[in-house]
């Protein structure tokens, strides 16, 4: 294998270390879903338009896409933490624990809490012993925000240059070209495949909570917070769908036992039939079962945390094309 693919190889497995120790997984995520969307609307613009027109047409594209993305995080941020959100979570919480200890054994209903009040003092004490490390967290999020809104440019930017003509690429920079290329190629399969599987995921739960249950006069709380989050959640690939699950099940167990056995059967039923869209989605674009995603997600998980069980299905996807390409399997 020449000098120059393999500088490149190794320069790309110390940018994922990079990327995942110094925690900039989100800029670079922001920045490959701004390249890869302005790519895909610029290239439906008419071939036979003057080159000024042209690259006028880029720039408010990519400045579209930066400012839908931008507005669509603060819209959902603000969605969850607003009205409805965290402060009535809590509450739909209280009175699911009430309503858990009517018909639990009593060794397990002793040792809930009888009200949400009673956590207040182990939370202080929490708060006591970690205030200083809770207070870098406001700041920690401006860092993470800034850096998203770098990554959005610089994604944008990229995306500009694509369109450049460059008729000679030194080996290395070519070799670096085919490792970028590969990466934006894995993230737009796996991410934009789990994008729609997730809103299938969203609608079937939507369609269960909204209609399927009013049908039989029952009403579960928080279906503002439940039913973005199934979305959010859903993005991540096999443990997002368990996270909703757990949620959803746990709200409708706080309505009654039966409900909650409903709410199960009903999602079981989903993620069965969703293990063919899956398959068809996600197996058809990367060639990859669910088996193997979650073998990536568990090891880079306890490597690199949770930016390391984020990034895993990219960057798996990203290796296996790697090899294929290399016609290593």
Known sequence: MPGPIVASYLLAAFAVLLVLHFHLLPAVFAGLAVHILTIKLARRLPANWARWAHEIAL?????????VLIGAVLGLWSFMLGKGGVGTLLAT????LEKLRLFLPASVANALPDRVDELHEPLTQMLREHGRKISTVGMAGFKTSAHVVLGLVVGGMIALRQFNKVQCWSPLSAALHARSKALADAFDKVVFAQVKISALN?????????????????????????????????????????ISNTVIVLISLGVSPGVAVASLVFL????????FTNARIVGGEVKAGAWELLCAMLIMEAVFGVAGLVAAPVAYAWLKAEMKAKELI
């Not at 009013?214 to 439940?226: K, M, N, Q």
């Not at 079981?268 to 293990?275: G, Q, R």
């Open 59 to 67: 720039a408010v594209i990519t400045v579209l896409v930066i400012s």
């Open 93 to 96: 919480v209280a009175d699911t």
């Open 202 to 242: 969203t609608f079937l739960t939507a369609l269960y909570l909204l209609v399927v249950l009013p049908l039989f006069d029952i009403h579960l709380p928080l279906l503002t917070v439940i039913i973005p989050l199934t979305f959010i959640v859903g993005l991540l690939p096999v443990v997002g769908n368990l």
């Open 268 to 275: 079981v039923v989903i993620h069965k039939l969703e293990y």
